[in-house]
C-alpha cells in the first residue's frame, strides 16, 4: 500500500481495551475472515496519516494480528506500536501514551477505535481537508450525530498526552466549543461500534473486504 499525500498527520488507533462487554478476544474475533481489528487498521492506514501509532495491550494474538495486517498492506514502515502494560487503566491512559509517542512537528492526529470496522476511508480524508487551524477538533457526522474518528489539531497533542483513566478523549471534545468543526459525511460507520457478540453478527451484512 502506497502512502498517501499525508502532510505531517498521524494517526492513533486504540487495540488494547480488553473486550470485557464481549467476553474477551474482541479484537481477534473473525469479521469476514479477518480480525475485527484489520477493519480499523486499514482505514487507518489509508487516511492521510505518515504514521499509524496502535496502543495494544499485553495479549499476543492482538499485536500478531496488527502486525500482519500491516505487513498484508504493505504498511509496515509506518506501523508504531505502543505497549500498553495494565490496559484497566482505562482508555485514556491508553490514549495518552500513545500521544507521548507522536513526533513533535506533527500537524495533527487521528484517534481511531480499533472496535470501529466499518468507517469509510473517505470520511478521514474529509476530516483532514476541514483542518485550517492547530486549534481546530474535526469531527464527523452522520444524521446530525457525532461519531468517530477525530482529529485533534497540533495543539492538543499535548492535552491528549495528558490524559488518564478511562474516559478518553470525548470530554475534550464535548468543551471544545468554537474549536469544535463537524463535518457532515455519508457514513454510518462513524457511528458502528462492536461491544457485544451480537453486534459483530450485526456488522457482519456490510461487508467490506481488505
Known amino acids: 500500500m502506497t502512502q498517501r499525500d499525508t502532510g505531517r498527520l498521524d494517526a492513533i488507533v486504540l487495540a488494547a481495551g480488553r473486550g470485557v462487554r464481549f467476553g474477551g478476544g474482541k479484537l481477534t474475533a473473525l469479521l469476514d475472515g479477518d480480525p475485527l481489528v484489520a477493519a480499523a487498521l486499514l482505514t487507518a492506514f489509508l487516511a492521510p496519516a505518515r504514521r499509524v501509532v496502535v496502543a495494544v495491550g499485553p495479549e499476543p494474538d492482538v499485536r500478531q494480528a496488527v502486525e500482519a495486517t500491516a505487513t498484508r498492506l504493505l504498511a509496515?514502515?509506518?506501523?508504531?506500536?505502543?505497549?500498553?502494560?495494565?490496559?484497566?487503566?482505562?482508555?485514556?491512559?491508553?490514549?495518552?501514551?500513545a500521544a507521548r509517542s507522536l513526533p513533535g512537528d506533527t500537524d495533527g492526529v487521528f484517534v481511531f477505535l480499533g472496535d470501529m470496522p466499518r468507517i469509510d476511508p473517505a470520511t478521514p480524508r474529509h476530516l483532514a481537508a476541514a483542518l485550517r487551524d492547530p486549534g481546530d477538533i474535526v469531527a464527523p457526522t452522520y444524521l446530525g450525530r457525532r461519531g468517530h474518528p477525530v482529529l485533534f489539531g497540533a495543539r492538543w497533542a499535548p492535552v491528549l498526552g495528558a490524559l488518564s483513566g478511562d474516559e478518553g478523549a470525548r470530554a475534550i471534545v464535548d468543551k471544545a466549543g468554537e474549536s469544535l468543526v463537524l463535518v457532515p459525511v455519508d457514513d454510518p460507520g462513524v457511528h458502528l461500534d462492536v461491544d457485544r457478540p451480537s453486534d459483530l453478527a450485526r456488522v457482519q451484512t456490510d461487508r467490506r473486504t481488505l
Open 76 to 97: 509496515r514502515e509506518r506501523l508504531v506500536l505502543v505497549p500498553i502494560d495494565d490496559p484497566s487503566a482505562g482508555m485514556g491512559a491508553s490514549l495518552a501514551a
